[in-house]
């Protein structure tokens, strides 16, 4: 019996070791991946710098931008869904921090059908603790708005090009936002807006929303 025990403690370990070295091989490549997702679109916030004053100029090369951007996600896209086929949604404990924001940037980058069937998925490691429930809101927010459906969080700001300013996009029930963002640990909206240089005011975005609802269908 005491064999078996000790039999049984060393193959443990021996599985542990594997699974420990093949989870920093997958850590290690999520974080290239990550270092491929941002690239792309640190050059699209160059790019509107750079060109600001010049709509025409801007609308050119921000379509050369995007379209690298989106075969680089989804080239992104098939290594992250064979981890998520196999592993399931690792932690950070797994792969690090780096490599589980990974997971959820590439899914928030993906086309709408593989965010619906990767949905349920990050919902359940919310609950297990192997992802954030924060960057679960942007998810939810970007497959509701994709559905036709308003957002919930406030967390997708689009850019017109047209206009050549950022808005909030079609929200929920603007009044309650700030309430359901502290639930998942996101900061207030007036907070989360200064990125964009934006100031929040909940009475004018009620008043603008049916005219913001026209400028997103539009895009």
Same mark, same amino acid.
């Given at each position: ?33 990550? $270092?491929?997702?941002?690239?792309? #679109? ?6 509107? *710098?750079?060109?600001? &004053?010049?709509? !025409? ?78 960057? $679960?809101?942007?998810?939810?927010? #970007? ?6 459906? *308003?957002?919930?969080? &406030?967390?997708? !700001? ?62």
């Amino acid at each position: 019996m005491r064999n078996l025990i000790v039999i049984f403690l060393i193959f443990s370990f021996l599985f542990s070791e594997a699974q420990s070295a093949k989870f920093d091989e997958i850590r290690k490549l999520l974080e290239y991946i990550h $270092l491929l997702d941002q690239a792309g #679109r640190e050059k699209s916030d160059s790019v509107q *710098k750079v060109h600001q &004053g010049d709509s !025409v100029q801007m609308m050119i090369q921000m379509k050369k931008v995007w379209d690298d951007i989106h075969i680089q996600d989804s080239i992104n896209q098939i290594s992250v869904t064979k981890i998520l086929d196999k592993y399931g949604w690792l932690g950070a404990k797994d792969i690090g921090e780096d490599g589980n924001t990974t997971l959820f940037l590439v899914i928030q980058h993906a086309d709408l059908p593989v965010q619906e069937k990767y949905l349920p998925m990050m919902r359940d490691a919310v609950k297990k603790g192997n992802a954030k429930a924060s960057a $679960l809101a942007l998810l939810e927010d #970007r497959v509701a708005l994709r559905q036709g459906r *308003k957002q919930i969080y &406030g967390s997708q !700001v689009g850019w017109d090009m047209i206009y050549n300013d950022y808005y909030v996009q079609p929200l929920d029930d603007p009044d309650n936002v700030d309430k359901r963002r502290a639930s998942v640990g996101l900061p207030p909206m007036s907070v989360y807006l200064g990125h964009w240089y934006m100031k929040w005011d909940v009475e004018q975005y009620k008043k603008d929303l049916p005219a913001i609802e026209k400028r997103f269908k539009g895009q």
